[in-house]
């Protein structure tokens, strides 16, 4: 596919007002997504409502890359939810290795118990009954019904919202927080019938991933750029609040990062002084330790030692 010509400047306003419906965009988006789907584990039909579960958990903030090796130890591992429910939470904390925003180990976990207590041990079909397992919110409740079990919901993370907000809105991307606009379009734009919205949700997702990216967008190579109003719009400048990269080095969550490395490869409770090397500031290693603490990530012991939890 070659590139579309540029086409004349028109306002957001006026892109908006001929946006494409979905009707519009679902073949196309659907057909390159038959043709360009990455093949990953989580997609294949033995990984089941439990791969799925695992993989958007880890995911969350997490490039594919990194979440494949951690996410393949983990199911074999822990085929199924029961699996986990046996351990101690801080086995899931240290499979967790580097990750990063550990507490989704420790949700997780207490997803599996809850599971196994409440649907004896299966991943429940029902929108509702996921929504109401501990540490899982809308969008991943949605996701598990729409993956796993190929029911119609909107499903909205941050690459689809980049894809609805240029496509459909013309604007270059989304607000901060998911809005009840951006909920409503969602809607909107699902196909009716079950088994496409779920493959809908899928392809739109992995167009915001693989094409409709943050920077450096392939509208080259993208199915709907005919019909793309942020495109047509003549691609206008984000209008909205700065958009600031998140740092890491020298933040508590480093801190926090060498501390719980130190945990997961201690197989007994670590010394205070052990931990004190780990990070030069005082000031900045306590309050990143007391927040491992305050979040259950790390359990204080008698005589100044600390492991992972272990209830």
């Not at 997504?33 to 791969?51: I, K, M, N, Q, V």
């Not at 969602?186 to 019938?193: G, H």
């Not at 949700?201 to 167009?207: G, I, Q, R, T, V």
């Not at 958009?243 to 990062?257: I, L």
Request: charge should be positive; glycine fraction near 8%.
């Amino acid at each position: 596919m070659t590139a579309p010509t540029k086409p004349p400047h028109t306002s957001p306003a006026e892109a908006r007002n001929g946006s494409p419906s979905g009707d519009d965009l679902h073949s196309p988006v659907i057909d390159w997504f038959d043709e360009h789907a990455r093949d990953l584990p989580w997609r294949r039909p033995e990984a089941g409502a439990w791969g799925v579960m695992v993989s958007e958990f880890m995911l969350q903030q997490t490039p594919v890359n990194r979440v494949l090796p951690v996410y393949e130890q983990w199911l074999a591992r822990w085929p199924r939810p029961a699996d986990l429910a046996k351990e101690a939470p801080g086995e899931a904390v240290r499979a967790w290795g580097r990750l990063g925003y550990p507490r989704r180990a420790l949700r997780l976990h207490g997803a599996a118990v809850a599971i196994t207590e409440r649907h004896g041990g299966d991943v429940p079909t029902d929108h509702a009954q996921l929504l109401a397992l501990p540490g899982i919110g809308e969008y991943t409740a949605a996701a598990v019904a729409s993956f796993a079990y190929g029911q119609r919901h909107a499903v909205l993370d941050t690459n689809v919202r980049r894809v609805f907000a240029r496509a459909v809105s013309g604007v270059q991307y989304p607000p901060n927080a998911t809005t009840a606009a951006e909920r409503r379009l969602a809607r909107t734009l699902l196909p009716d019938e079950e088994g496409l919205a779920a493959r809908w949700a899928a392809a739109s997702m992995e167009l915001g991933a693989l094409i409709c990216t943050a920077k450096n967008e392939g509208c080259h190579r993208c199915p709907i750029a005919a019909q793309c109003a942020w495109r047509l719009a003549g691609k206008p400048e984000h209008e909205g609040p700065p958009r600031r990269a998140q740092t890491y080095a020298g933040t508590d969550r480093q801190v926090r990062g060498k501390l719980l490395a130190v945990l997961r490869e201690a197989h007994a409770p670590v010394p205070q002084a052990r931990l004190d090397r780990v990070w030069h500031e005082p000031v900045q290693r306590a309050r990143a330790l007391d927040g491992l603490v305050s979040d259950g990530l790390v359990e204080p012991l008698p005589g100044g030692l600390y492991r992972l939890p272990h209830s």
